[in-house]
């Protein structure tokens, strides 16, 4: 059975909607992901429950067959680890890779990304902290809280980020934060959430509440 790239995308997005531990995903969590219509996700989810990827039930969203999440789980495999390999082995910044990796992601052949694993030494985790599955689909865990959820005077280093848009990964470069941050919690503002920090032992800063959000820790 062949597959679009269309259809992979539309896959990894309802896979990343439910990974996040929601029972179904939405036709309006899904458009608004992919950037399209309702009326055009609903036309693709029909295409995918045809195939037999997706099961869609009226007024309670789209959840996929264990081959639908089998396929995505390998997309994701693929784009985390070219995400890796770009950052890691051709120098790029991590807010320059998303858009590489989606193309890369695509790619068919099953030995080269085993290859590509072993050749970067079986990383667990991609440059964002997002986990990296193996090839039998297989996530590692580990326990990581968001920074807005820690209390003054807790410290912990910064292992991943909920968003991961360009502009926020640029914001969080400016302030130097970044995988591998110790941060010390000094202060938290409950006006607007945000927080004062004492970054890597060395520089105070504030910390809106959208970072706070956004930012995991593991203490």
């Keep these: 059975m062949k597959i679009s790239k269309t259809e992979e995308n539309y896959l990894k997005v309802i896979f990343s909607i439910l990974e996040k531990g929601k029972p179904s995903a939405s036709t ?3 458009s608004k992901k992919m950037q399209t219509s309702a009326a055009s996700v609903t036309d693709m989810v029909k295409r995918l429950a045809k195939k037999k990827l997706a099961i869609h039930e009226s007024h309670k969203g789209v959840k996929l067959t264990k081959r639908g999440g089998q396929i995505a789980t390998m997309l994701l495999r693929k784009h985390r680890l070219w995400e890796v390999f770009l950052v890691d082995k051709l120098d790029f910044l991590w807010d320059e890779v998303h858009e590489m990796a989606e193309e890369l992601e695509h790619i068919q052949s099953k030995e080269m990304i085993d290859r590509l694993d072993s050749f970067l030494g079986n990383p667990k985790f ?6 990296i599955p193996d090839a039998e689909g297989n996530f590692t865990t580990r326990q990581q809280t968001p920074l807005n959820e820690f209390k003054v005077g807790e410290k912990g280093t910064v292992v991943g980020v909920r968003e991961s848009s360009t502009p926020f990964l640029q914001y969080l470069d400016q302030l130097d934060l970044g995988l591998g941050s110790k941060v010390e919690i000094l202060e938290k503002f409950e006006y607007d959430n945000s ?4 970054l890597n032992k060395s520089k105070e800063i504030v910390i809106t509440g959208k970072v706070c959000l956004n930012l995991f820790l593991q203490k």
């Design 28 to 30: 309006n969590a899904i």
């Design 126 to 131: 991609d440059p964002h902290g997002d986990p």
């Design 195 to 198: 927080a004062k920090i004492l």
